[in-house]
């Protein structure tokens, strides 16, 4: 096999330079050198997915001779997601649900796109199956696959369950990441529960986690939302209410808005 030929390939794929891949391929024909790995091969589907060229990425799928060289679980993964990505959903849950007939078992990263895709359109007993499947079938979970799943949880206010989850992912010994918080403090936020948004904003100062721009925006948006609701419900916004929201708009550089609710306090 010709190394440089698949070597080439791969590595322009991997910036993106597929034309540029299609051009060193080209060459190789000229001096018979056509046999591409796996990993060249699977780099041009993923190549083309990244592309938006689905009909392209599929035909090099297509053309994978099997055994040997036929699509792997990566391969199967990057066109799955590329199908995800670009609105194909039907034939990307076709295509996992050819990769289990034929004897090709998911990887991690192939659980983690199916579990996202579920969780978008708010199946999660479908997701749920494939999150408990994956420690029988010897895949690790990782702390991508639990924030995959607390994402949807809390897009779709199930709170609760998300806190579960996150237990059980402590009790997994995987460590929450900032994206977990940041998912949290965001669900408790929308759902005017500040108290709770707070409660995981100071988790995530004590796991060593600099809160970023993205834990704020959540923070002010969920206190506009609470005091928009105890406003309209003729609650008494509290102090402290408005100090959350001070704190967050001051931290974010937005001082004229800042002013602006220290004024209406009056």
């Not at 192939?110 to 997701?127: K, Q, V």
Request: net charge neutral.
């Amino acid at each position: 096999m010709a190394v440089t030929t698949a070597a080439a390939v791969r590595r322009l794929c991997a910036t993106g330079e597929v034309r540029s891949a299609l051009a060193v391929l080209a060459r190789g024909a000229k001096s018979c050198d056509t046999v591409l790995d796996v990993a060249a091969c699977t780099a041009l589907v993923h190549g083309w997915c990244r592309m938006g060229d689905m009909v392209e990425a599929r035909r090099v799928f297509d053309v994978m001779p099997a055994p040997r060289r036929g699509p792997n679980e990566v391969t199967y993964t990057a066109l799955i997601h590329g199908y995800f990505v670009h609105g194909h959903r039907e034939m990307g849950l076709t295509l996992f649900e050819e990769m289990r007939r034929g004897g090709v078992e998911p990887n991690l990263y192939t659980y983690n796109c199916l579990i996202g895709e579920w969780c978008r359109t708010g199946e999660f007993e479908r997701a749920w199956l494939l999150f408990d499947e994956m420690p029988v079938k010897g895949v690790a979970r990782n702390v991508v696959s639990y924030n995959t799943l607390i994402a949807g949880l809390c897009r779709h206010g199930k709170l609760k369950d998300a806190i579960q989850l996150l237990e059980a992912m402590r009790k997994e010994g995987i460590r929450p990441s900032m994206v977990t918080f940041n998912l949290l403090v965001d669900g408790y936020g929308k759902a005017g529960k500040m108290s709770n948004a707070l409660h995981f904003f100071n988790q995530m100062k004590a796991s060593g986690f600099p809160p970023s721009a993205v834990t704020y925006n959540a923070l002010i948006a969920g206190a506009f939302e609470m005091l928009s609701e105890m406003e309209k419900t003729g609650l008494e916004v509290d102090v402290q209410s408005y100090g959350v929201l001070l704190h967050a708009l001051c931290m974010e550089g937005k001082m004229m808005e800042a002013r602006k609710l220290f004024q209406s306090m009056d």
